[in-house]
């Protein structure tokens, strides 16, 4: 991870954004994003995330290429930007959605 600073008005040093590459995994109350890398900005508090993107919430599992986590709202987005062919699967664009039931005992 890498972190960033710059001067405010005060000319105090100030945490702006950080980059993380080579695998990122945030938690946010049992909301688990996991991505190839992660960008996050302080100001808007939101995290893009790329490569390979999931997001877990107790059974339920989101996958893509790119997404976003918004630290506010606690609101995750899967996208994929692939190109798409109409009628074809060659370059599918899809995200995955997968769900869990859980099973009686």
């Known amino acids: 991870v890498t972190a960033y600073?710059?001067?405010?008005?005060?000319?105090e040093l100030v945490f702006s954004h950080a980059v993380a590459k080579g695998g990122a995994i945030l938690n946010n109350s049992g909301q688990i994003a996991q991505g190839n890398e992660a960008y996050y900005d302080t100001t808007t508090e939101e995290t893009?995330?790329?490569?390979?993107?999931?997001?877990?919430?107790g059974s339920r599992?989101?996958?893509?290429?790119?997404?976003?986590?918004?630290?506010k709202t606690g609101v995750s987005r899967v996208v994929n930007?692939?190109?798409?062919?109409?009628?074809?699967?060659?370059?599918?664009?899809?995200?995955?959605?997968?769900?869990?039931?859980?099973?009686?005992s």
Request: aromatic share 6%; charged share 25%.
């Open 5 to 11: 600073f710059h001067e405010n008005e005060q000319n």
């Open 48 to 57: 893009i995330l790329s490569g390979s993107v999931r997001v877990t919430e």
């Open 61 to 71: 599992q989101l996958r893509g290429e790119h997404g976003s986590f918004d630290s």
């Open 81 to 104: 930007t692939k190109a798409q062919n109409v009628g074809t699967r060659s370059n599918d664009s899809r995200v995955q959605v997968l769900l869990y039931s859980k099973r009686a």
